[in-house]
């Protein structure tokens, strides 16, 4: 039965410093099973890659030998008949170049079973899917980024090396293809690589380098660092000051932004980017903006501040029922300024 399985959420710097931290001090749990640290122990210094960011829409691809072959948005399976910005109707007008990327993982890994669930994540961008941004320019395309297996006995899923999985015919790229970077880490000391990876980040913002590639000058959204240690996925993004969706005042910040009210909280999360983000995912065809779906707009950029600055609530000692309300009401009113321009 073909099941949806979503890419992982791509958290912030701050995160990433902390989580770092924690499973380097973890030395295992107490009589109460609780988790014990020791925070003398060393932080590691880990090397990261980094990829640009696309600003397109999320697309995978799900397969097992009794399924076959499905397409899926972030939330969701789709087909040609009830697609995102043409992605499924894409897959089918070419899917034996996309059952061949599947083959390719499972050639690649002999261990695979035939009904472990593969998935080859991607951004598909170009076209009318975004707007703004320099990869706009290009013609519709597939930019690969991850692998993830899900496995039939129900065990941890994982993640596999998805650099070699392209074919340019068919407008399927890899985003490793394009400049990469590489930067290393102390997270003992993360705030030295504060500077680089604000530098970078600018960089990209000013002209994205997978727009130049294709002949297209204009600006890009920013960079995904991404690192595997014993097993486990560290993961995190920086974007420029135009996309991000949070009003930061430093890139790649280490410490959450201290703010003094609840109002100020959500001027500082209920952002044109992240609002823009989610009017993407709920209505992928924006000349189809329903009223009916307004609770939906709303659960998702709730959902997604809930998800993305836990962290930046508990350091100002708010709780989520403190915000969501003031939250919501300004959506709505968001909502409605685009509803009415419709």
């Not at 030395?27 to 210094?45: A, L, M, Q, R, W």
């Not at 706009?136 to 998805?162: C, N, R, T």
């Not at 065809?285 to 501040?305: A, E, Q």
């Amino acid at each position: 039965m073909k099941k949806h399985s979503a890419f992982p959420k791509i958290g912030q710097f701050r995160q990433v410093v902390k989580e770092a931290q924690l499973r380097s001090s973890y030395t295992g749990k107490d009589e109460n099973g609780d988790p014990v640290y020791d925070h003398n122990i060393t932080s590691p210094t880990i090397i990261f890659k980094g990829t640009v960011k696309l600003h397109g829409t999320n697309m995978g691809l799900g397969h097992t030998e009794e399924d076959g072959l499905w397409v899926q948005s972030r939330g969701n399976i789709i087909t040609p008949e009830q697609d995102n910005m043409g992605s499924a109707r894409y897959v089918e007008d070419h899917k034996q170049a996309f059952n061949e990327l599947i083959e390719h993982v499972r050639y690649n890994n002999r261990d695979l079973k035939p009904n472990d669930a593969v998935f080859v994540f991607g951004e598909w961008a170009g076209g009318n899917i975004q707007k703004g941004v320099a990869i706009a320019q290009i013609e519709k395309a597939f930019f690969i980024f991850d692998v993830k297996v899900v496995p039939e006995d129900g065990s941890e899923p994982y993640h596999l090396p998805s650099n070699y999985l392209q074919n340019h015919d068919h407008r399927i790229y890899n985003i490793e293809d394009f400049l990469c970077y590489e930067i290393e880490i102390d997270f003992n000391r993360p705030d030295l690589v504060q500077n680089e990876l604000s530098e970078i980040t600018i960089a990209v913002e000013e002209l994205c380098p997978v727009a130049k590639h294709f002949g297209f000058e204009g600006i890009g959204e920013g960079v995904v660092w991404v690192a595997q240690v014993n097993g486990h996925d560290y993961r995190f993004k920086v974007k420029g000051e135009k996309h991000s969706v949070s009003k930061v005042k430093t890139l790649a910040k280490v410490d959450t932004e201290k703010l003094n009210s609840i109002h100020e909280f959500v001027d500082f999360a209920v952002t044109e980017n992240r609002f823009e983000q989610g009017m993407g995912i709920v209505f992928p065809d924006r000349d189809l903006v329903d009223i009916k779906k307004m609770g939906d707009i709303i659960r998702w950029v709730v959902t997604d501040i809930m998800a993305e600055e836990k962290d930046t609530l508990d350091d100002n000692n708010l709780e989520p029922k403190d915000v969501n309300k003031h939250v919501s009401k300004r959506v709505r009113e968001m909502f409605f300024a685009e509803y009415n321009k419709v």
